[in-house]
């Protein structure tokens, strides 16, 4: 160990403090004698404690708190708690109460996590990334804007709580090394604009909020309106290249960057919003996917996890993929993403084109069914689902009643943020058609949903296979009870960074992503009880990440994309290989060195957590 951390220090040191549970042996050799109560505890005797401590906080957002809190004390603990209690602790650590815990950044604020980024210091962006280790410290970074954050809207720089959380879950669920992940915000302001006119289109959203944000004097970042045009490409690009200079083998991880729901508006401004870039989420995903190996949260996780729903309930209504209809209404960056991913899987199971795998599917935006002759209206990723205009000449293409009982669908997408817009009439007007209707209402939160699960099977007769985008109970229809699953990118994205992490694919190709998604949806429940879930629970996600970790490296190494070396080709030490590198909560025996062999975090010269990964821990 280098004289750097040793008593007070170390203590201070999240990653590495374990506090009452230090050894005698290493109070004595890292001067901790006097610093600590004598009783030397276990860390499950810890998780014990600090679970009561947890359980005495009365709301949603002081439960948030208090392990944010013991997050910057004690990393292992941390991690420890919450996979002791994952089903109790997930959505206070994640959504629905990490959404206040953004809104609320400026207020509750005790310590920064993360690196801010601000658009006006683009000179100092490479400068300020390098503060976080060396070349290969780096393995997982997660960037955002905070443009467009959990449903609740532009949260300015609270954005980086999100980046947070995303690389908690990565640590949870997939076993991502905590102390090699790098969470990122990029500062461009707060559009106040903006939220006016969401106002009038979309009254769901609290807009006074935002307005708020810019008047207040706590408010910790960028007071003024968010920047747009070439100067966010610039800072974007600036970011980019930066980390990948920076952390050449780092996987990088798009989260929430920008909305694009007024690029297809029907006004005068419509237009000029697109100018200004507000299609930022598909944009930046097809500007760096062939550049860098990256990955965006709701474009492509929300169809990761979507598409391995449709999959599994096909196996139970005995349809093949490539005979299906399917209908997705809301065509934003989540809706063109489902869109995109249930396409690819088509042509890659068909061998069919692009072009004739997306005649299978029917996107609906608030300008009605996309129809070609609405060229200028529809942003890039709605482009390649236009219908020709002579399929529906004559007929009604801006009702959605009317657009099922034209298309027959056997699938019915909701991810329009439009309240109970499935209604009886259209349920039941697609069960007439197909046997077993695959109905997913899938917008967030709960008070946005297209339809309640337990409405869906009533009027279906008990036929529907359904999974939503929020938790809810399991529905009964007469004697039979079905469970209702959780859309949750959280069993998707986690395992799909790993297998990057490891094998240090070039890209992430289509083709990996398909078979990430074949790979979550081998683990469904329904495929044993149809009457079980269509996705996998969290409960069960490290061993799901796993397995999808297992597919994507095995596709990269097929299509010459991992330059990892030593990678086993045989499943069964491929399996063992995935395991022994997934972080686990607990304590490592700390031993001290010599300067000249410590790392870059005990040299005190990481801006994070700088450790390698290794059995024990050098300081």
């Not at 603990?77 to 209690?85: A, T």
């Not at 960037?143 to 990565?170: M, N, P, R, Y």
């Not at 991880?253 to 006004?267: E, F, I, Q």
């Amino acid at each position: 160990m280098t004289d750097f951390f040793q008593g007070s220090a170390l203590l201070q040191s999240p990653y590495h403090n374990k506090g009452s549970a230090f050894s005698p042996e290493e109070r004595e050799a890292f001067k901790l004698y006097g610093l600590l109560p004598p009783n030397v505890q276990t860390l499950e005797e810890q998780v014990k404690r600090a679970y009561q401590q947890y359980s005495s906080r009365t709301d949603a957002l002081g439960k948030n708190t208090f392990m944010t809190s013991m997050k910057e004390q004690n990393e292992v603990l941390y991690y420890k708690l919450i996979q002791d209690h994952l089903k109790e602790m997930f959505g206070i650590i994640y959504t629905p109460t990490e959404g206040d815990a953004v809104q609320n950044f400026s207020r509750i604020f005790r310590k920064p996590e993360g690196c801010f980024l601000n658009i006006f210091d683009q000179h100092r962006v490479y400068d300020n990334l390098a503060q976080w280790g060396s070349a290969d410290d780096v393995d997982y970074i997660v960037v955002t804007d905070g443009e467009e954050i959990l449903g609740i809207g532009d949260q300015g720089v609270g954005g980086i709580l999100i980046s947070v959380a995303k690389l908690v879950i990565t640590t949870l669920c997939a076993g991502i090394h905590p102390a090699r992940t790098l969470p990122v915000v990029l500062d461009c302001g707060t559009d106040v604009s903006y939220y006016f006119m969401s106002m009038i289109a979309r009254p769901s959203l609290i807009s006074w909020q935002n307005h708020q944000l810019l008047n207040d004097e706590l408010y910790l970042g960028l007071r003024r309106p968010r920047v747009r045009g070439k100067d966010y490409d610039q800072f974007v690009d600036t970011f980019v290249q930066s980390a990948r200079k920076l952390y050449p083998r780092a996987y990088i991880h798009l989260y929430d960057t920008g909305r694009d729901w007024m690029c297809h508006a029907n006004s005068a401004d419509a237009k000029h919003s697109e100018d200004f870039g507000l299609s930022n989420a598909r944009r930046i995903l097809d500007e760096y996917s062939q550049q860098v190996p990256c990955f965006n949260d709701d474009v492509q996780g929300t169809g990761c996890i979507t598409l391995a729903a449709i999959l599994a309930a096909l196996h139970v209504s005995g349809l093949k993929l490539t005979d299906m209809r399917m209908i997705v209404f809301g065509s934003g960056s989540a809706g063109t993403g489902i869109a995109d991913q249930v396409r690819d899987a088509i042509a890659t199971e068909s061998g069919k084109p692009e072009e004739e795998a997306a005649k299978q599917i029917w996107c609906v935006d608030k300008i009605g069914l996309l129809l070609q002759s609405q060229d200028e209206a529809l942003t890039p990723g709605q482009h390649p689902f236009a219908r020709e205009d002579c399929e529906w000449e004559g007929k009604d293409h801006k009702d959605l009643l009317a657009i099922v009982k034209e298309v027959r669908p056997h699938v019915l997408i909701g991810t329009s943020t439009k309240p109970r817009a499935f209604t009886e009439a259209v349920v039941k007007e697609m069960a007439k058609h197909v046997d077993r209707p695959i109905i997913l209402p899938l917008s967030n939160p709960t008070r946005l949903h297209e339809a309640d699960p337990k409405d869906i099977f009533e009027w279906t007769e008990g036929k529907a296979l359904i999974a939503t985008g929020s938790p809810f109970p399991p529905v009964k229809y007469k004697a039979r009870e079905y469970e209702v699953s959780e859309c949750n990118n959280s069993c998707a994205f986690p395992g799909v960074g790993l297998g990057m992490v490891l094998c240090r694919s070039r890209l992430l190709t289509k083709s990996l992503l398909v078979a990430a998604v074949k790979a979550l949806a081998a683990q469904a429940p329904a495929l044993k009880d149809p009457n079980k879930g269509l996705v996998p629970d969290v409960t069960n996600v490290r061993e799901i990440s796993v397995q999808i970790a297992k597919a994507v490296i095995k596709k990269a190494v097929e299509g010459g994309l991992a330059t990892q070396k030593g990678i086993p080709e045989n499943d069964e030490d491929l399996d063992e290989w995935v395991r022994e590198q997934m972080w686990e909560a607990k304590y490592r025996p700390l031993v001290r060195v010599e300067r000249e062999g410590a790392t870059s975090m005990a040299k005190g010269e990481a801006g994070s957590r700088g450790t390698k990964r290794e059995a024990r821990e050098k300081l």
